[in-house]
T-cell receptor, first 112, second 115 residues
Framework: DTEVTQTPKHLVMGMTNKKSLKCEQHMGHRAMYWYKQKAKKPPELMFVYSYEKLSINESVPSRFSPECPNSSLLNLHLHALQPEDSALYLC???????????FGSGTRLTVV | KQEVTQIPAALSVPEGENLVLNCSFT??????LQWFRQDPGKGLTSLLL?????REQTSGRLNASLDKSSGRSTLYIAASQPGDSATYLCAVAGAGGTSYGKLTFGQGTILTVHP
């Protein structure tokens, strides 16, 4: 298995809702990442998990809450989002800092 | 802070042309450089990974070079096809300073290959 799987592919949520994005990989990678991508812009790093511990938080608002329950799974919990949070959320994994990244196909999030 | 620049921002060519996409970065403290392809509304597909100690990598019609000391990389696409139309992103993995442990992307080159 050489893929990063993200679910759901599409999500529409209201500003008072709570939802979660899920990311899974079975390549034995020990680093996992969340990126946010707005239209016509490059991906921007949100969080880095290394060996299931949060190692980088790029000053992301607390309405985004990451979780890494085990080495194969990464979640992003969403609460009280704003319409400007609408974007493509990408998950990625790698064996480590000096290795290449594998990206998932993303979750298209729309906040209404 | 690492900055990555890609030139040109957009490129339109007829099918069959050979073309070159350029990427430059400001901090040479990198682990590697990776070229990705992104189709509209989709995720990123890795094309080539060049480690900091390497000079080039090849895969099929694609060839990427890296000159770490000058902070430059090029992606060469031979005999372009309409199916190559996509956004091409260059990204560097930081090995020091505030970029340590982070993958920094360029703005991308939008490639259109017309029949």
């Amino acid at each position: 298995d050489t893929e990063v799987t993200q679910t759901p592919k599409h999500l529409v949520m209201g500003m008072t809702n709570k939802k979660s994005l899920k990311c899974e990989q079975h390549m034995g990678h020990r680093a996992m990442y969340w990126y946010k991508q707005k239209a016509k812009k490059p991906p921007e790093l949100m969080f880095v998990y290394s060996y299931e511990k949060l190692s980088i938080n790029e000053s992301v608002p607390s309405r985004f809450s990451p979780e890494c329950p085990n080495s194969s799974l990464l979640n992003l919990h969403l609460h009280a989002l704003q319409p400007e949070d609408s974007a493509l959320y990408l998950c990625a994994s790698s064996q480590g800092l000096s290795y290449g990244y594998t990206f998932g196909s993303g979750t298209r999030l729309t906040v209404v | 802070k690492q900055e990555v620049t890609q030139i040109p921002a957009a490129l339109s060519v007829p099918e069959g042309e050979n073309l070159v996409l350029n990427c430059s970065f400001t901090d040479s403290a990198i682990y590697n450089l990776q070229w990705f392809r992104q189709d509209p509304g989709k995720g990123l597909t890795s094309l080539l990974l060049i480690q900091s100690s390497q000079r080039e990598q090849t895969s099929g019609r694609l060839n990427a070079s890296l000159d770490k000391s000058s902070g430059r990389s090029t992606l060469y696409i031979a005999a372009s096809q309409p199916g190559d139309s996509a956004t091409y992103l260059c990204a560097v993995a930081g090995a020091g300073g505030t970029s340590y442990g982070k993958l920094t992307f360029g703005q991308g080159t939008i490639l259109t290959v017309h029949p």
